[in-house]
């Protein structure tokens, strides 16, 4: 089964997909962290895509896409997957869509975590002054000032992927400004039956 979660940085996706992993053995694949990854390798990808990252720019379509195609097809992937941060445009939307049907796959669910762009800037500004706190050094991308940069690419080039699943059937929108296990549970409802389905047909 393949899931994508949607929705804006600091929507909840990376924690809602975590909550996937362990609850229906599925691989989250997160661009973020792969690109993240590259940089703390020293790579020449990593290198490339440093200032981008810092900016809150969208890297490259094709880089992500390179990387996606590679990922998926390791062998932990084999039971499915929750993207993560990735697709981000209609181009990347449009790949995905053809890799998964080179091998045969098609996507469940693309779960819409709607949220309130205020009330993320203020999950940001806490969640920064809860790591200061505690010793810990935010991301170099968690600004106020990047944040509302990222926003800004989602609204122009991510949002309009939403008419793009919505016309497939496949959208579910959550409202992801509740508590995280609220959250989990609606998800959860949701994709249980689709995961027997996709166990029964094998
Ligand atoms: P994330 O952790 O998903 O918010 O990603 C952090 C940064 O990595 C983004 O602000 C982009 O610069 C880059 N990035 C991650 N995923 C993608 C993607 N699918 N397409 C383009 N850029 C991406």
């Known amino acids: 089964m393949n899931l994508i979660l949607l929705g804006p940085p600091g929507a909840g996706k990376g924690t809602q997909a975590k909550k996937l992993e362990e609850k229906f053995g599925l691989k989250q694949l997160s661009t973020g962290d792969m690109l993240r990854a590259e940089r703390a390798a020293g790579t020449d990808l990593g290198k490339k895509v440093q200032a981008i990252m810092d ?17 998926m097809s390791q062998s932990d992937c084999a039971r499915g997957v929750i993207f993560d941060g990735f697709p981000r445009t209609v181009a990347q939307a449009e790949a ?58 989602y609204r122009a080039k991510t949002a309009p992927i939403i008419p793009y699943y919505e016309k497939t059937g496949l959208l579910k929108k959550i409202d992801g400004m509740r508590a995280i296990d609220v959250v989990e549970k609606d998800i959860a409802a949701l994709v249980a039956p689709q995961e027997s389905r996709a166990a029964q047909a094998k």
């Open 55 to 71: 900016r809150g720019d969208l890297v490259p379509d094709q880089i992500v896409i390179d990387m996606i195609a590679g990922r």
């Open 96 to 153: 995905l869509d053809q890799m998964l049907a080179e091998k045969g796959h098609k996507l469940a669910a693309v779960i819409e975590l709607v949220v309130d762009e205020n009330g993320l800037v203020d999950r940001l500004n806490k969640r920064v002054a809860e790591m200061k706190a505690a010793g810990q050094i935010p991301r170099a991308d968690d600004t106020e000032e990047t944040l509302r940069n990222r926003l800004a690419e």
